[in-house]
């Protein structure tokens, strides 16, 4: 999966939201324009090949604030649609620089 591609399905407005990504937006207070906007400038950090019923990825960005934020991306290639599954404010105690997860211990 390519970054370019969910950024082109966001700037075309072809985008669905999950309604758990629609509230985990509003618990960490984070609108939809924050949201896109830290994927025009992010960077996949991992990616699930095998989630059904497409591929997604895990984007790391910045808010407007320079505040990480994560993201986590379906895409289809057959509709060229992007569905944002979740987003979240990264716990520092679980991330080394936002974008490698620390062992649990």
């Not at 025009?40 to 505040?67: A, N, V």
């Amino acid at each position: 999966m390519d970054i370019a591609h969910i950024i082109e399905a966001i700037r075309a407005g072809r985008v669905r939201i999950t309604d758990h990504a629609d509230e985990e937006a509003h618990y960490d207070q984070l609108t939809f324009d924050e949201i896109s906007s830290s994927v025009l400038d992010g960077e996949i950090i991992e990616h699930y090949p095998e989630d059904q019923p497409y591929p997604s990825c895990l984007i790391y960005g910045s808010t407007f604030r320079r505040d990480p934020v994560h993201t986590v991306w379906a895409y289809s290639e057959q509709t060229h649609w992007a569905a944002l599954i979740t987003v979240y404010r990264p716990d520092p105690d679980r991330w080394i620089d936002w974008r490698e997860r620390k062992d649990k211990k």
